[in-house]
């Protein structure tokens, strides 16, 4: 098997797919024949991504995934075949310590970056369980691990994003799904976390 059918066959969503680390997680995956079910709040960045991979196949879901129509649309587009769940899609709440943060931006953070991937997770497994070997792989952070890359809301999220996924593994293991966190290397996001680690902390770190 080569680097060009790796994923051949085997039918995989990406959220987030629009832009940074989930249009470029699109793009290896289809360089590698997977079918692509991608979705993105922006149109018009899934138009320029199914443009830019022409002969793959690729199935687009314009809506934000904190919606649960949005949920079902991504879950129909698999059509009873599902292998690979890529929970990419994911905001930032401004660097905000919890003694300036809004119930507005807390909400929202939750919202997107813990209750959507929850919902997709919940949504997918049937078919990755009936797949035999079905994985998720949800996107984590520097913040999962420390308490100085991010904000509170951001912070917490992550951390959340990792007891999800432990439990998932654990839970559905025993069925053939696998869970993964996976922490980004580099990224304009990553980038921007790190710039403000390296500032002095101003009380003990955890």
């Not at 290896?28 to 138009?47: F, H, K, M, N, Y």
């Not at 199914?50 to 879901?61: C, E, F, I, M, W």
């Not at 310590?97 to 919940?122: F, H, K, Q, S, Y």
Request: hydrophobic share 40%.
């Amino acid at each position: 098997m080569t680097a060009e059918d790796r994923f051949a066959g085997k039918t995989i969503i990406v959220t987030g797919a629009g832009s940074g680390i989930g249009r470029a997680t699109a793009v290896r995956l289809a360089e590698e024949g997977a079918r692509l079910i991608v979705s993105d709040v922006v149109a018009d960045r899934l138009d320029d991504l199914k443009t830019s991979l022409p002969g793959a196949d690729v199935r687009t879901v314009v809506g934000d995934v904190t919606d649960s129509r949005t949920v079902d649309a991504i879950a129909d587009a698999c059509e009873g075949r599902l292998d690979g769940l890529a929970n990419i899609a994911g905001i930032m709440d401004g660097f905000l310590p919890v003694g300036e943060l809004d119930d507005e931006t807390w909400d929202r953070v939750i919202r997107v970056n813990v209750t959507a991937p929850m919902r997709l997770t919940r949504a997918a497994l049937p078919l990755l369980i009936e797949s035999g070997s079905g994985s998720i792989v949800n996107v984590a952070s520097e913040a999962a691990l420390r308490g100085s890359a991010a904000g509170a809301a951001y912070t917490a999220s992550k951390h959340a994003v990792i007891g999800l996924t432990k439990n998932t593994a654990f839970m559905y293991g025993p069925q053939g799904v696998r869970a993964t966190p996976w922490r980004p290397v580099r990224s304009p996001r990553t980038s921007k976390q790190r710039s403000s680690a390296n500032s002095p902390p101003a009380g003990s770190s955890l």
